[in-house]
């Protein structure tokens, strides 16, 4: 079953959510169905109208609303399935809409909530862990991070001369940073983006800390982590003096 639910936190994200503009757009969407055909879900299911996004809003956020927050577990787990199983919040929805109605904002609020009674896909809650454990989405250590550098400085060295992959350098024109999964199962990418900054004659460094450019927390709907995960790159540019952070997607 599961722990209680906290209807009266669900009731309080609910109320700091509803601003002017989500109350308009909970008031204002008249089930056209416009939205649908932009909907690869609802295209990918035979236009099955359960994946049409004014419908999930509904099953969701709507209900939430519609309840006052006074929802029970079963609920939760419902708009599990539909928040995070059967939307991306790609947002073509919103483009669509002839109202401007953001239902992937809308989507988003509701996996926020859920987040707040535990309710969320277990591979992001393993991803939050981690961040708040090592810095990143993988569980990397620093030592372990830093090491890998070093292997692709060396092994990428062998065919580009001169080629180094500098730490922490302060004052530096670009700092780079990685998708975890890099360092952890594609380590020869970082030795391919050290050969381009190398040829390319740019001044650049990677940061020991703060260097994971990817932010699971943010899908996770737990936006405290979200935070965490970006101002860890952000304090690593301000204490480096980088002026530029580049990502590697």
Known sequence: MGEPVNTEVIKERLDAAKSARMKMWLELCAHCGLCAESCFFYLAHDKDPTYMPSYKVIKTLGE?????????????????????????????????????????????????????QGVVPEGLQKAVANYWAEGNQMAMTKEDWLETCTWMESETGEEIAGLKIPMDKEGANIMY?????????????????????????????????????TNLAMFAGDTKCMTHVVKQTYDAAIRLKAKNIAITE
């Open 64 to 116: 939430m609303y519609k309840k006052k927050g006074k929802v029970s577990r079963e609920f939760l787990e419902e708009t599990l399935d539909i928040a995070w199983g059967k939307c991306t919040v790609c947002r073509r929805c919103s483009q669509f809409c002839p109202f401007g109605i953001d239902m992937a904002l809308m989507i988003s609020t509701a996996r926020g909530i859920c987040n707040t």
């Open 177 to 213: 940073t990685v998708n975890a999964r890099e360092p952890m199962y594609y380590p020869q990418d970082i030795g391919m983006a050290a050969t381009i900054f190398h040829i390319a004659g740019e001044d650049w460094t990677m940061s020991s800390e703060g260097w994971d450019d």
